[in-house]
Nanobody, 118 residues
Framework: QAQLVETGGGLVQAGGSLRLSCVAS????????MAWFRQAPGKEREFVAA????????SYADSVKGRFTVSRDNTKSTVYLQMNSLKPEDTAVYYC???????????WGQGTQVTVSS
């Protein structure tokens, strides 16, 4: 499976912005559906956003709609998560995931910490 590496996490003030990147080492990135998940302390892992291989269709969790934008650049084998208007409740470890339609997410990154201060 593709190896995924997330970068871009860090500390940001509430209301600020941050962009996460996920680089895939495989050569079939363009065929993968990609998604972002997050795990906050005391909470289960939750879905954040996804972008499909075909047409670039996107979907978002209700909690981030209007604030987060997921995009991809297949020439760079990279998926991005632009996070705006960040809130303290966005604090979590963010994970990049990829998979082929019908098989779920079979590739996962190591996670990157996002901390939003109040």
């Amino acid at each position: 499976q593709a190896q995924l590496v997330e970068t871009g996490g860090g500390l940001v003030q509430a209301g600020g912005s941050l962009r996460l990147s996920c680089v895939a080492s495989g050569r079939t990135f363009s065929t993968y559906n990609m998604a972002w998940f997050r795990q906050a302390p005391g909470k289960e892992r939750e879905f954040v956003a996804a972008i499909r291989a075909s047409f670039g269709a996107t979907s978002y969790a209700d909690s981030v709609k209007g604030r987060f934008t997921v995009s991809r650049d297949n020439t760079k084998s990279t998926v991005y998560l632009q996070m705006n208007s960040l809130k303290p409740e966005d604090t979590a470890v963010y994970y990049c995931a990829g998979g082929i339609g019908g098989y779920g997410y079979t590739s996962w990154g190591q996670g990157t910490q996002v901390t939003v201060s109040s």
